[in-house]
């Protein structure tokens, strides 16, 4: 049975609907790091991070003589390519940048809800927050040195 004008329209509005769509597919293929709005994005919350610990009385000791210029720089670049971002890392290991620093549990616990609060204000999605604390949570153990 040929499909009369009366049952075409339907399939005529569901096609344009699906050609109206964006990918469905698209945020699969699409990096963590352009979900998280790009490089100037994760700059933004990787600056406001490292403000808010350094300015808080309870962590600020942990920051002693960091050059905080470089250590936005690198902590950008880092989670650029964890995050699958354009960027090259040249910076130390975590390990070795952490070391003999007296880094508790609960400063790197403290940091951690620092940052989800961060991106939570920047209205990155609970998907996105996910996967990224998922990439750094294996770090604690180089960072965490008491």
């Known amino acids: 049975m040929l499909p009369t004008p009366r049952t075409r329209r339907p ?11 964006p990918s469905i597919g698209s945020a699969e293929t699409e990096s963590l790091h352009a979900r998280l709005g790009g ?20 962590s600020a000791h942990l920051f002693g003589k960091v050059n905080f210029k ?19 890392f040249d910076g130390d290991d975590m390990k070795t940048t952490h070391a003999g620093l007296p880094i508790t ?7 951690v809800e620092r ?3 961060i991106l939570d204000r920047h ?14 949570a294996p770090m604690k153990r180089d960072v965490v040195t008491r």
């Open 105 to 111: 549990e609960a400063d790197f616990y403290g940091l």
């Open 11 to 21: 399939i005529f509005a569901l096609a344009a609907a699906l050609l109206c769509m």
């Open 70 to 88: 470089r250590l936005k720089q690198k902590l950008s670049e880092q989670i650029c390519v964890v995050t699958g971002g354009p960027c090259t």
């Open 115 to 117: 940052l989800r609060a």
């Open 123 to 136: 209205g990155i999605g609970a998907r996105e927050k996910n996967e990224l604390l998922a990439l750094l």
């Open 39 to 58: 490089q100037a994005a994760v700059a933004q919350v990787v600056d406001e991070l490292i403000e808010t610990y350094r300015d808080d009385p309870k």
